[in-house]
C-alpha cells in the first residue's frame, strides 16, 4: 500500500466532515450506543486546520484516515471534555504532572476499515506528535474502556499509557497520555 500523510487543507474540509460522521455512525451503531463527543462541522474542521493540528492519510487522492489534536479550549464548552479536564488536574506521566497547559487533546483518529492493519494509525500518530510537539510536550486523550482494539492501538502503536479510568453518563473510558517528539 502507498499512502502519503500530510497536514489537512481547506479542500480537504468535505471529506473530512463526510469521514467524521461515517466514524461518528459506526460508533453509534456498536455495542453501547452512547457518544458523547460529536461529528465536526465544515467551520469546526476549517479552525482544526487553521488554529490546531489536522493530519491526514490520502492514497491515490482519497482519504483513508485521520488524526487531529486541538488545544483544550476548542472542547471546552462539552461536557465530557470538562470532566477530563477536571481529572487532568491530577494526572501524571512518568511523574511529570500533566496540565491544560503542558497538553492538548488528540483525538478523534479515524483508518478506513480496508486500510486498518496496513501503518496508517501509526504513521498518523507519529506526524501529528512531531507537528504537537513544539506547542506541547503531551497529549491526552480518551477511549472507552469496552474498545479493547482502540485501547491496544493506543497503547502499542501511539505509545500512550493509561493514566486514570473514569465513568461518564453511564459508560467507562480509559484517559491515555503520550509524550510528543521533540
Known sequence: MSFIIRKALLTDVAAIVQLERAHVDDELLGSNSQLHAHSFTKSEVSQLINQHWFIVAEEQGVIIGYVM?????????????????????????????????????????????????QGVFSALVMELKKQVADTFPFMVTYVAADNARSLAAHQQKATMTEIDQFSFEQRDYCLLATANIT
Open 69 to 117: 489534536a486541538a488545544k483544550w479550549s476548542f472542547f471546552s464548552a462539552q461536557p465530557l471534555y470538562r470532566h477530563i479536564i477536571q481529572k487532568l488536574k491530577f494526572a501524571d506521566l512518568k511523574g511529570q504532572a500533566l496540565s491544560t497547559t503542558n497538553t492538548c487533546q488528540y483525538g478523534p483518529v479515524w483508518v478506513q476499515e480496508s486500510k486498518r492493519g
